[in-house]
Every structure is written in C-alpha cells, then in structure tokens.
C-alpha cells in the first residue's frame, strides 16, 4: 500500500484523525468537493449535518473508487463545514460513523482538517469533502 498513517509520540492523542500520512506512489488522485446530492442533482438529507456527511463520503468514496483507489489511499481530508460551532462534531462524527462500514473508511481518518466556513455555494450545503490520494 503507498499510504502510511501515523500519530507520532507528543502529537495530541487521541484524535479523531492521524496526524501525519507518507506516500510512496506516483498516481495523484483529486476528488474535488463532494456535497449531499444524488446522481442526479438532488439535495439529500437538507438541514441534517449527520446526513449531508454521510453523503458528501459516499460521494467521495465514488470518486476515489473510479480513479482505483479506496481510502486507504487518502494521504489528506478536508472538510468545510458551514456555520461551524463545536457543538456540531457529535453530528459531523456520526455521519462519519454512519457510513465507515459502507465505504470503507476506517477510523483514525487519514490526516484531516475542518475548516467552518460561513457559506457554501448553494444555502442547503452544510459541508464539503475534499481528498487527495495516492496510488503506485
């Protein structure tokens, strides 16, 4: 496998993400942000956060999987979440728990960062995915 996730010794522990990923391969793969829409266009879960999450993932497991990839491969996550607030990441993780089994994604997530943002590009949109992975 060309991805390897660590936390070294002091760095914060634990947390919900490695801190540091190392790829050995020389396929790049962007997916860029996915947001809660089916295939077709249409919002799914509007107003849920633990809902749009698991989409937004699936949608992002979609992706990496056309490119051959799984995230396994991930060296990076980053998520913008819209209005954000502490209080929502019980939320936010159990979208992320939601569909872990589903797509494949274990946790440590891969190194990860959530970005609050005050708006995305259309109302209904909590959040967005975006990963970069890599492949031999």
């Known amino acids: 496998m060309p991805v390897r996730h660590l936390s070294p010794e002091g760095m914060p522990q634990?947390?919900?993400?490695?801190?540091?990923?190392?790829?050995?391969?020389t396929r790049h793969v962007h997916v860029a942000?996915?947001?809660a829409r089916d295939a077709d266009g249409t919002p799914v879960a509007p107003g849920d956060l633990t809902g749009q999450v698991a989409q937004a993932l699936r949608n992002?497991?979609?992706g990496l999987a056309a490119a051959?990839?799984?995230f396994g491969d991930v060296l990076r996550l980053t998520f913008y979440v819209t209005r954000w607030e502490p209080e929502k990441i019980d939320a936010?993780?159990?979208?992320v728990e939601q569909v872990s089994t589903e797509i494949?994604?274990?946790?440590?997530?891969?190194?990860a960062s959530l970005i609050g943002v005050a708006y995305l590009f259309?109302?209904?949109?909590l959040i967005e995915v975006e990963a970069i992975a890599i492949l031999d």
């Open 14 to 25: 634990p947390v919900p993400y490695q801190h540091v990923s190392v790829g050995t391969g």
């Open 33 to 35: 942000g996915q947001i």
């Open 60 to 62: 992002t497991a979609t």
């Open 68 to 70: 051959g990839a799984t």
């Open 92 to 95: 936010f993780m159990a979208g």
């Open 104 to 111: 494949g994604l274990t946790l440590p997530l891969a190194p």
């Open 122 to 125: 259309e109302p209904d949109v």
